[in-house]
């Protein structure tokens, strides 16, 4: 009956809303699993499969904010499909004389922060595989840090990046360069100057953290560490992904290794707003950009390698509809509404701020969902009452209440986080 309406009414335009129902009404009737774990193949015609690693050890060198979690988290839903265990020791147990993998056989997959150098303890051949996000997103993900009231650094826009130049300054006064991710794949963890037990991390704030990160910079050079993790990433590396590349390395990823098959990714936890690039004034992204140059050329190195590799393969249409779920807002919505309280749950406890932000943010989302849908509801009840004939305003009076209900969204998320709501 929905498709009926649309297709009569045309509101919006017919192709505009054709498109609408065969993208997005037609899974309505899906139940959670096949929304969530609905399986995909990867098949590849000009195979990148290398049986090779099926011999080793593959350690992926989780770097932070660059999109490993839903990576660990397909690898542990697929072990018994794939026949390839996934072992994610902490940072203390991996370093061990006992780690958790001893007496295993390949292939199996090795999954932590801080992982890189872990090669030199383990008798077996290895393999590393790694993230890389764009430097000026995974720049802003790791200095521009909320605060426990997650507020960051300033009570508007302008005072955020008035705090953030001085803190770019900073470190180009002081180190003269912040190439976090050139310095991740340069040096083995046991070499950071300022390495974490597990016990210290676990008390850490984020500030701290990436406070931490950046000190392991003082004294460094960027064209030496260029030089460092190119060689590395060269002669340890068998896959580099992309991070703006997810679902294409993800692919590639799965294909080298030989799984044909694959499970659709869930979110992670992420922050709910962080100004982006694009909304930083020119003259401070030019400071940033000048602190970024060996990542930029690393990022944009290892993307060129992706793009080749993707160039040859030939995944044919699963890709595209891979890609297509994956950016299905209701799809999405739906693994957030359905998983993210849980995952936020098991990683800061069930009675935690971070929990009950989340629990306050997904009720207003679902409240103001169901006002949607009866507002919707209200309207087309009104409409067939009018025997099929528009009445003059009918669009104008859709638009305004679907409006008000988004600013009405708008504000209660704002006040749940603390900020004023933004206008539209």
């Known amino acids: 009956m929905l498709q009926t309406f649309w297709r009569e009414y045309g509101i919006g335009g017919r192709g505009m809303t054709m498109n609408f129902y065969e993208t997005y009404i037609r ?94 303890r383990i008798p077996e051949p290895t393999a590393y595989f790694t993230m890389m996000r764009n430097p000026y997103a995974y720049f802003l993900a790791n200095i521009l840090i909320r605060n426990k009231d997650y507020k960051y650094p300033g009570d508007h826009l302008g005072e955020i990046w008035s705090n953030l130049e001085r803190k770019i300054d900073e470190i180009r006064e002081r180190i003269g360069h912040c190439n976090l991710q050139t310095y991740e794949h340069a040096t083995y963890f046991k070499e950071h100057p300022h390495a974490l037990s597990l016990r210290d991390l676990k008390v850490m704030t984020p500030e701290k953290l990436s406070e931490i990160s950046v000190q392991n910079l003082e004294g460094t050079r960027p064209e030496n560490l260029f030089a460092k993790a190119t060689r590395n990433v060269d002669s340890m590396f068998f896959f580099v992904g992309i991070t703006e590349l997810f679902e294409e390395s993800l692919f590639i990823l799965f294909d080298m290794m030989g799984i044909q098959k694959t499970l659709m990714w869930r979110p992670a ?85 971070v929990v009950e932000n989340e629990f306050q943010h997904s009720q207003s989302v679902i409240r103001n969902i169901g006002e949607i849908s009866r507002d919707f509801e209200e309207i087309r009840a009104e409409r067939l009452e009018k025997q099929n004939v528009l009445k003059p305003g009918f669009r104008q009076r859709l638009f305004e209440r679907l409006m008000a209900v988004v600013c009405g969204i708008k504000a209660r998320i704002a006040r749940i986080c603390g900020r004023h709501p933004p206008q539209i």
């Not at 004389?97 to 890189?116: C, E, M, S, Y």
């Not at 944009?300 to 595209?320: C, K, P, S, T, Y």
């Open 269 to 353: 936890l992420y922050s709910y707003w962080r100004p982006g690039k694009d909304e930083m004034p020119m003259h401070i992204f030019k400071k940033m950009s000048a602190l970024l140059e060996a990542d930029l050329e690393l990022y944009h190195r290892n993307r060129q390698v992706l793009e080749g590799m993707l160039a040859a393969a030939d995944f044919g249409e699963e890709l595209i509809r891979y890609k297509q779920h994956a950016r299905n807002p209701y799809g999405r919505l739906y693994c957030e509404l359905s998983e993210r309280f849980e995952m936020a749950a098991k990683t800061f406890g069930f009675f935690s701020d």
């Open 27 to 120: 899974e309505a009737d899906k139940t959670k699993g096949e929304m969530i774990d609905h399986t995909y193949r990867i098949e590849n015609k000009n195979s990148l499969f290398d049986p090779k690693l099926r011999e080793k050890f593959l350690i992926f060198h989780h770097v932070s904010r660059t999109g490993g979690v839903p990576i660990n988290d397909v690898f542990f839903r697929m072990q018994e499909e794939t026949g390839i265990p996934l072992i994610i020791p902490d940072q203390d147990q991996a370093f061990s004389d006992n780690p958790p993998w001893k007496g295993r056989q390949a292939p199996l997959v090795i999954t932590a922060h801080h992982t890189f150098g872990l090669h030199e």
